[in-house]
Nanobody, 118 residues
């Protein structure tokens, strides 16, 4: 069993910054892809950013240039630095650890809420 714990969500003003953290209970080397997703009520969960074991990074167009995903392999941590936050970034953010990048053998955090006020 793998535990994924995500944290760092908060209420922040538009234009502000937050850093989300994701901690895995085992080495993140065992997951080909680590990523952040977000979901608002009534909508599907959407990809925000992913990072692979060889540090290939992907961002959604809506956050490109504002968010930065990074990993600390020694601490089994993945981070999402969110800058220039907008009200439309308001969502519950989830960390995902995917063993093969196929969405078959993957694990989710419990979610952390980010609210951006205008």
């Amino acid at each position: 069993q793998v535990n994924i714990v995500d944290s760092g969500g908060d209420l922040v003003q538009s234009g502000g910054s937050l850093r989300l953290s994701c901690e895995a209970s085992r080495s993140i080397y065992s997951f080909y892809v680590m990523g952040w997703y977000r979901q608002v009520p009534g909508k599907q969960r959407e990809l925000v950013a992913t990072i692979t074991t060889d540090d290939t990074i992907k961002y959604s167009d809506s956050v490109k240039g504002r968010f930065i995903i990074s990993r600390d392999n020694a601490k089994n941590m993945v981070y999402l630095q969110m800058n220039s936050l907008k009200p439309e970034d308001t969502a519950v953010y989830y960390c995902n650890a995917d063993s093969e990048g196929l969405g078959i053998d993957d694990y989710w955090g419990q979610g952390t809420r980010v609210t951006v006020s205008s």
